[in-house]
T-cell receptor, first 115, second 111 residues
Framework: KAGVTQTPRYLIKTRGQQVTLSCSPI?????VSWYQQTPGQGLQFLFE???????NKGNFPGRFSGRQFSNSRSEMNVSTLELGDSALYLC??????????????FGPGTRLTVL | DQQVKQNSPSLSVQEGRISILNCDYT??????FLWYKKYPAEGPTFLIS?????DKNEDGRFTVFLNKSAKHLSLHIVPSQPGDSAVYFC??????????FGKGTKLTVNP
């Protein structure tokens, strides 16, 4: 089985721009979660999508949004980029059937740099 | 308010010895506990997990221990190998939390 894939791997944007990141989960997985990793805050949960619906949401501003398509692929969008949005954005997929305990498998991440 | 604390940012051990990584947590709603390993430029890789009804789970060289009364989770790697050198994250699920991560411990296993 192919693993979780994320595109692009690296991205450089300037303040005020917007960005869209893409994630393709493991085949058969219906849940996709997004995380932000920064040196200061570590790994923080952004949101989770299951069957095209947002099922869980972390404590991030509304500039961070996402969606999931019928094939379970997911996109994350960040609008009006700020310098502090520079981070590694990780996507994780799981079956989603056991809402609390199914193991998540991570993609390699997208490294976003905001100048 | 940090729900999870991984107090040692780094740990160095000799090959063949035991590596012990620790996490403390405060949220009593956590009921599923995991360890992930992360190499540079890669996403975290699932290592081992334990549910709240157990106090120990073993998988080869890796053993996870859960002390619910002390709200303490640990990972033992024995014997440690140079390929185990990576950043290790503890992670917790339960209640309204999807997955809460510690800040990571960088393990270096010296040949």
């Amino acid at each position: 089985k192919a693993g979780v894939t994320q595109t692009p791997r690296y991205l450089i944007k300037t303040r005020g721009q917007q960005v869209t990141l893409s994630c393709s989960p493991i085949s058969g997985h219906r849940s996709v979660s997004w995380y932000q990793q920064t040196p200061g805050q570590g790994l923080q949960f952004l949101f989770e999508y299951f069957s095209e619906t947002q099922r869980n949401k972390g404590n991030f501003p509304g500039r961070f949004s996402g969606r999931q398509f019928s094939n379970s692929r997911s996109e994350m969008n960040v609008s009006t980029l700020e310098l502090g949005d520079s981070a590694l954005y990780l996507c994780a997929s799981s079956s989603g059937e056991l809402a609390g305990t199914d193991t998540q498998y991570f993609g390699p991440g997208t490294r976003l740099t905001v100048l | 308010d940090q729900q999870v604390k991984q107090n040692s940012p780094s740990l160095s051990v000799q090959e063949g010895r035991i590596s012990i990584l620790n996490c403390d947590y405060t949220n009593s709603m956590f009921d599923y506990f995991l360890w992930y390993k992360k190499y540079p430029a890669e996403g975290p890789t699932f290592l081992i997990s334990i549910s709240s009804i157990k106090d120990k789970n073993e998988d080869g060289r890796f053993t996870v221990f859960l002390n619910k009364s002390a709200k303490h989770l640990s990972l033992h790697i024995v014997p440690s190998q140079p390929g185990d050198s990576a950043v290790y994250f503890c992670a917790f699920q339960g209640g309204s939390e999807k997955l809460v991560f510690g800040k990571g411990t960088k393990l270096t296993v010296n040949p």
